[in-house]
């Protein structure tokens, strides 16, 4: 039986989201997931949000933008189709502030700063975790401490079990639409430490999906009701990827060699009853890292890290309409194509001054190149190239119940283009404070605290695009604030086999926003740093486990309630849209996810919700509504054997209710849709 005490608590505790949403203010603060040091190597006590093992495993998803939406706080940018673009917003901070790292080290693209989600399978992901502010760790690269928030994917390391030497897994997926897309992954054990794993996956679809485009005139009378065939949703698309792993004494190494081939069709938005408009993108992306890592001495730690990326991007667009004054001969396409290099170095240093504190420092180094060649574009290309150099000090101390993170990361950034003006040596620095308590012994009751600065710098297509670009950019300024906390319920284990609950604030506060403003002539448009916005809200998320007999069960629940409000001036002026929510920001959204495992069964449900919000035409007005959408997902998967081979089939229903909806304004979404996997373990 629970005590009076514990009672009390569990009931503020379930509570705190809807008193602290009642409550919100300007003054208000947002949380961070837990800030937990404890012990060497650094283990953090529920300090994200992660998806793993099973749990990602069967989750009815095809890429990481689709399993990412389970995150409380995330919004995912989709423009529809299995070829549109998907990207990812953590706390309406902006795509830019977020940092996605694939196996420890950050994607980059320094043309536009956008990481499409939708290139990455899931097929080969063990994890997938979100870090609000920075990890909890000190030991880690200069650019982990950078960003406002971060993402890491990190993909299955090889595992041996008894006597094997290699493992091989071949699956097969399909859908009620057009797909086709095999896959496998090879393991191979080299010596007693090292081994490798090589996998690939070819994705083919005409991409077609029907859908309902309906809209209304300002008085409720119907002024579109059509179903049409979603068309240039079509993709072509090939992963490769391999991978090395190591052991030495008292340390590790691995070494990644990854490629990307795609051609895909990207829809254009629906406007006045058109469908065809639209523009297709081929992609050639590959890099190759590596890690190293080693304790020296017991008080010594020591990371190297490295890698080489080249993309290229070539566009070509059906609409010859300009955009943001672009200059393209009339009656002729846009034809682009952009070639991306990047050079990096990291190498992190950490020492332990006594057992409760300990001191880090981090140096990275990073180049990029961005060439390009354009048709019918009758301007001169910049050709940039960036220098940037980062260090960052960072220190940790535990006495206690007590915890603290403090850091700071200084920035030097120099650039260089073949032609017109470049952008000046900017210097930044940003510091940083986390601070964590654990007030009663016999609870793990968990309080947590931060405030952060960051920045970002302004992308090549900020400073240089034609005509649209400003060299003069200053970078664009976040201070972050955040408190919260995480409570792990004491279970017997006759029924519950884990409850915890985290409440998170936060308030953020952007100057200086990179936006796109009209000049004098109101056809040419001008990147310019006037922007300003204020954000504030409350997360929950809930994390089940139980068990009825035989049947084990897992459940994930989030919930959102966010304010991002624009006070932006133009000229000392309030805009019309001042104080308004800013575009796709959500006041409510939440997720869910119900996992239940029988024997060989398997069983899972999963929900998405996002409220009301307003499309990218400035003022929060009733035509500027972009309605809610709720989506259900159900898969039901079967684990068997023939022979000496393990099997495992899988029938996915995603949008089951079939709703037509929006993720962005005029780009509708695919309705139900049925997938079939199969997959052989050898």
Same mark, same amino acid.
């Given at each position: ?16 989201? =809807? ?48 399993? *990412?939406?389970? %995150? ?9 189709? *299995? ?22 080290i950050q994607l980059g693209n320094a043309q536009n700063g956008v990481t499409d989600l939708g290139k990455y399978s899931l097929d080969d992901m063990e994890s997938l975790t979100m870090y609000n502010g ?45 797909? %086709? ?62 991978? *090395? ?47 190293? !890592? ?42 682009? +194509? ?68 403090? +850091?700071?990361?200084?920035?030097? @950034? ?20 986390? *601070? ?8 793990? %009751? ?8 960051? =920045? ?34 004491? @279970? ?6 884990? =409850? ?47 068990? !009825? ?58 929900? !998405? ?74």
């Amino acid at each position: 039986m629970y005590n009076i005490k514990r009672i009390r608590l569990l009931i503020f505790l379930f509570f705190a989201p =809807f008193l602290l949403h009642s409550q919100v203010s300007n003054d208000s603060l947002r949380v961070l997931k837990e800030v937990i040091l404890k012990g060497k190597p650094y283990q953090e006590v529920i300090p994200v949000q992660t998806l793993s093992g099973k749990l990602l495993e069967n989750l009815a998803s095809h890429n990481v933008a689709d399993a *990412l939406r389970y %995150f409380a706080g995330t919004q995912i940018k989709d423009y529809g189709g *299995l070829g549109g673009l998907k990207t990812v917003d953590v706390r309406n901070m902006g795509t830019h502030h977020v940092g996605v790292f694939y196996d420890g080290i950050q994607l980059g693209n320094a043309q536009n700063g956008v990481t499409d989600l939708g290139k990455y399978s899931l097929d080969d992901m063990e994890s997938l975790t979100m870090y609000n502010g920075q990890k909890s760790e000190i030991f880690q690269s200069a650019k982990d401490f950078a960003a406002a928030s971060t993402i890491y994917l990190r993909t299955k390391r090889p595992v041996f079990e008894g006597d094997k030497s290699s493992n091989l897994l071949v699956r097969f997926k399909t859908m009620s639409i057009n797909y %086709f897309d095999p896959s496998f992954r090879w393991e191979q054990k080299l010596s007693g430490k090292v081994s490798m794993s090589v996998s690939s996956e070819y994705i083919k679809s005409n991409g077609q999906y029907t859908f309902r485009y309906k809209r209304n005139n300002l008085d409720g009378t119907v002024a579109y009701d059509t179903t049409a065939t979603r068309h240039n949703s079509d993709i072509e698309a090939l992963r490769v990827e391999s991978g *090395l792993y190591g052991k030495i004494n008292n340390g590790s190494w691995d070494a990644k060699v990854y490629y990307y081939d795609s051609d895909r069709g990207a829809p254009g938005a629906i406007v006045e009853n058109k469908f065809s408009d639209g523009f297709r993108q081929y992609d050639k992306n590959f890099f190759t890292q590596g890690t190293f !890592i080693k304790d020296f001495t017991k008080r010594y730690k020591f990371q190297a890290k490295g890698k080489f990326a080249y993309d290229y991007t070539h566009y070509v667009a059906r609409d010859t309409t300009n955009v943001l004054g672009e200059t393209v001969t009339e009656g002729a396409q846009s034809d682009d +194509s952009y070639y991306q290099q990047e050079y990096y170095v990291s190498a992190v240093n950490m020492y332990s001054i006594l057992p409760a504190w300990d001191v880090s420092l981090s140096t990275d180094l990073q180049y990029n190149k961005l060439n390009a060649t354009r048709k019918g574009i009758q301007t001169q290309f910049s050709f940039p190239q960036r220098y940037t150099a980062l260090v960052s000090l960072a220190t940790t101390y535990r006495l206690g119940g007590f915890k603290v993170l403090g +850091s700071v990361i200084g920035t030097n @950034v120099k650039e260089e283009v073949r032609y017109n003006a470049k952008a000046p040596d900017k210097t930044e620095f940003s510091p940083a404070l986390f *601070l964590g308590y654990t007030p009663f012994k016999d609870y793990d %009751f968990n309080l947590r605290a931060f405030a952060k600065r960051v =920045f970002r710098m302004p992308t090549f297509n900020d400073l240089y695009y034609t005509m649209v670009g400003s060299s003069t950019l200053r970078p664009e300024y976040m201070n972050q604030y955040d408190v919260g906390f995480t409570y792990n319920l004491p @279970v017997r284990k006759e029924f519950f086999d884990k =409850f915890s609950i985290q409440v998170d604030g936060y308030y953020t506060n952007t100057k200086d926003k990179i936006v796109a403003a009209p000049t004098g002539n109101l056809f040419r448009w001008m990147m310019t740093n006037i922007g300003q916005v204020k954000g504030q809200g409350i997360e929950s998320v809930i994390n089940m486990g139980m068990h !009825i007999d035989k049947v084990n069960l897992t459940a994930n629940l989030t919930y959102t309630y966010s304010q991002s409000r624009d006070y932006t001036k133009f000229a000392g002026l309030e805009l019309s849209s001042y104080g308004d929510q800013i575009p796709y920001t959500p006041w409510h959204s939440g997720s869910g996810i119900v996992n239940a495992d029988y024997e060989t069964w398997n069983f899972n449900y999963s929900f !998405i919700y996002v409220g009301k919000r307003y499309n990218g035409n400035v003022n929060n007005i009733k035509v500027n509504e972009v309605q809610p959408w709720y989506t259900h997902d159900l898969a039901v998967q079967k684990s068997f054997a023939i022979r000496h081979y393990q099997m495992k089939g899988a029938i996915e229903l995603n949008n089951v209710l079939n709703q037509q909806y929006e993720v962005i304004y005029n780009y509708p979404m695919p309705g139900r849709t049925l997938k079939f996997i199969i997959s052989i373990e050898l």
